[in-house]
């Protein structure tokens, strides 16, 4: 293995645990989520057997999940309220959905974490040989270029 090709493996696992972390503390704060409620809420009021696609009906199942919190505003609302997606996406939202929002808010950031970090591994691991990610910063990788220009 080549230093550059270790420091771009150590630069990956730096920059990964960097992410979790912001994701951890990112977490706590309802609207960064929005595009989960906007899954979640319409899914859930399917399973109970109401129509995703009316928004009244979906906010009976909002109000019912997370009460009329005041901390919550009027947008975030109407965008946990209102399906945007394909009924298809139903489907695949559905295990996740029949969990209580606290969970399946976990459950959610876990996996679009892990399917964010193995994109990055895949997308590296695919690189590392022609460019590993030091070899940029590396004064020897640029020495040439700046001698031939002088």
């Not at 989520?33 to 859930?44: I, K, S």
């Not at 929002?101 to 996996?111: D, P």
């Not at 590993?132 to 004064?139: A, D, I, N, T, Y």
């Amino acid at each position: 293995m080549t230093r550059a090709r270790f420091n771009g493996g150590y630069a990956l696992f730096l920059g990964c645990m960097l992410f979790v972390i912001c994701g951890v503390v990112l977490e706590s704060d309802y609207s960064v989520l929005a595009d989960f409620t906007t899954l979640y809420f319409p899914t859930r009021s399917l399973l109970q057997h109401h129509d995703p696609y009316m928004q009244s009906e979906v906010l009976k199942v909002y109000h019912h999940e997370r009460g009329n919190s005041p901390a919550v505003s009027a947008d975030n609302v109407q965008i946990a309220t209102r399906d945007v997606y394909l009924p298809t996406m139903h489907v695949l939202i559905a295990p996740v959905a029949a969990l209580p929002l606290a969970v399946a808010r976990i459950v959610w950031l876990t996996l679009s974490s892990i399917c964010i970090i193995a994109a990055v591994i895949a997308t590296w691991s695919c690189a590392v040989d022609d460019a590993p990610f030091f070899q940029v910063f590396c004064w020897e990788y640029w020495r040439p270029i700046a001698n031939s220009s002088l």
